[in-house]
Each structure stands twice: as structure tokens, then as C-alpha cells.
């Protein structure tokens, strides 16, 4: 039986869902908190707990049993993700090294990621940027979650930025007459 919890957080009211003892999803919701008119599961008690403390900079690791509904493939994105240390972040393309995949395909299933925050698919960022972010507000509750952490990049990550390289001089294009 699936239970649920609406917590607020400073990236917004999140709903915590929980099923046969585990932690299935986390998604933005309406309106601010609310319990249903039951009291929380103690499972999703200790989820609101551990996520309170993490928005106050009190935590930086979660510990709760997970079961996220995916493919194969996105649990092994998922679980790389996992791996990625509070305040570090990776590149799309080292997330598909080590999943033995591409980078437009770890990006698909960081986007179908239904456990955010505690996957953490908001330390995923492009080559050259933060790249997308899936939740409510977009890039800027990526750029929130990373800040808490301290992980905001102050500069894109640039291939190739310690090559500057000057282009050659503008050539004159001569076109052979069309008459």
C-alpha cells in the first residue's frame, strides 16, 4: 500500500511516497505540508527528518531504504549518482563512463530520477554548464541544491579551457561569378 507525506522545503512543498517499506518517490507538490489527516508512516517520518537536516546543512548523506521503479539501465545511472560525494559533482559523460553508456542517455534517466535530492541528479552537470534540471524551478532549484552544498560552479566547465586559442584572421571569401 503506497503511503504518503507533503513536507515543506526551501526548494518548495515535497511529497515523500512510500511503499512495502521503502522510499519509491520524491516529487515537487502543491500547497505546503500535510499528512493526509494521518499521521506519517515512521519510515516517512525518518525521511522528513533526514531531509529537514539536510536543508539545514545538518546531513550530508541519506539513510533510507530506496526502491525507485526504473529499467536496468537507469538503475545503474541511479545508483552511480548515489555515489557521487555531498559537495562534488560529475560530468553527464563520466556518469556514462562509468555506466558504459552515452551522455544524452545518463542525462534521460537523470531526468526520470523519482527519488531527487536523495538521488542526487542535481551534482549531474553538463560539459559546459549545469545542464538541465527535471524538478520544479528548474535550474534554479539545481542551482539551490548545489549552493547548499557548495558545489555551485562559478564558471562553466569549458572542453578544452586551458587552450585558448585565437582564430586565424578573417579571410576574404572570393565567389566565382554566377553570370
Not at 80 to 109: H, K, Q
Not at 112 to 141: D, F, K, Q
Not at 145 to 155: C, F, M, R, V
Request: charged residues 20%; proline residues 10%.
Amino acid at each position: 500500500m503506497l503511503a504518503s507525506v507533503i513536507i515543506d522545503s526551501p526548494v518548495g512543498p515535497l511529497s515523500l511516497d512510500e511503499q512495502d517499506a521503502a522510499i519509491v518517490a520524491i516529487r515537487w507538490a502543491e500547497g505546503g505540508a500535510d499528512t493526509g489527516g494521518k499521521p506519517p508512516t515512521p519510515l516517512l517520518a525518518e525521511a522528513a527528518r533526514q531531509l529537514a537536516a539536510y536543508f539545514a546543512g545538518r546531513l550530508s548523506e541519506f539513510d533510507l531504504p530506496l526502491a525507485p521503479a526504473g529499467s536496468a539501465f537507469e538503475q545503474r545511472v541511479w545508483q552511480a549518482m548515489s555515489a557521487i560525494p555531498y559537495g562534488e559533482t560529475r560530468c553527464y559523460g563520466e556518469l556514462a563512463e562509468a555506466t558504459d553508456s552515452a551522455p544524452r542517455a545518463v542525462g534521460r534517466a537523470c531526468g526520470r530520477n523519482p527519488i531527487p535530492v536523495v538521488i542526487p541528479c542535481h551534482r549531474v552537470l553538463a560539459r559546459a554548464g549545469l545542464g538541465g534540471y527535471s524538478g520544479a524551478g528548474g535550474l534554479a532549484t539545481k542551482r539551490a541544491l548545489l549552493a547548499l552544498e557548495g558545489a555551485l560552479p562559478e564558471t562553466p566547465r569549458l572542453p578544452f579551457a586551458a587552450e585558448r586559442v585565437t582564430p586565424p584572421a578573417r579571410a576574404a571569401i572570393v565567389a566565382p561569378s554566377l553570370l
